[in-house]
């Protein structure tokens, strides 16, 4: 299970920070990211660690948003320089592998409203 916090209303140019733990029995766990989506449109990838401090982020948040762990099974999201096209359901997504005989699979967060207003 991986249960999210922090999503909320901010006008353009504010910050906002997204956390994310995940719980249950984890064996391993391969990446922690977050993804968001709007109406009508896929999820997209807004940034990912992958462990050993390497992580990836969508162009359009480069700069702006920064994603951390402060152990392996919390992830955050520090999120600068709001803008109303960063608006959207940010959903928690890690890849794990929680016993020796399960494979190693995707779990989602139940996903946290951000609307940033201009």
């Known amino acids: 299970q991986l249960v999210e916090s922090g999503g909320g209303s901010v006008e353009a140019g504010g910050s906002l920070t997204l956390s994310c733990t995940a719980s249950g029995n984890i064996l391993s766990m391969k990446s922690m990211g977050w993804y968001r989506q709007t109406p009508g449109k896929q999820r997209e990838l807004v940034a990912s660690?992958?462990?050993?401090?390497?992580t990836n982020y969508a162009d359009s948040v480069k700069g702006r948003f920064i994603i951390s762990r402060d152990n392996t099974q919390t992830v955050y999201l520090l999120m600068n320089s709001l803008k109303p096209e960063d608006t959207a359901v940010y959903y928690c997504?890690?890849?794990?592998?929680?016993?020796?005989?399960?494979?190693?699979?995707?779990?989602w967060g139940q996903g946290t409203q951000v609307t940033v207003s201009s």
């Open positions: 997504n890690s890849v794990l592998r929680r016993t020796a005989t399960s494979g190693i699979l995707p779990y």
């Open positions: 660690s992958l462990g050993g401090g390497l």
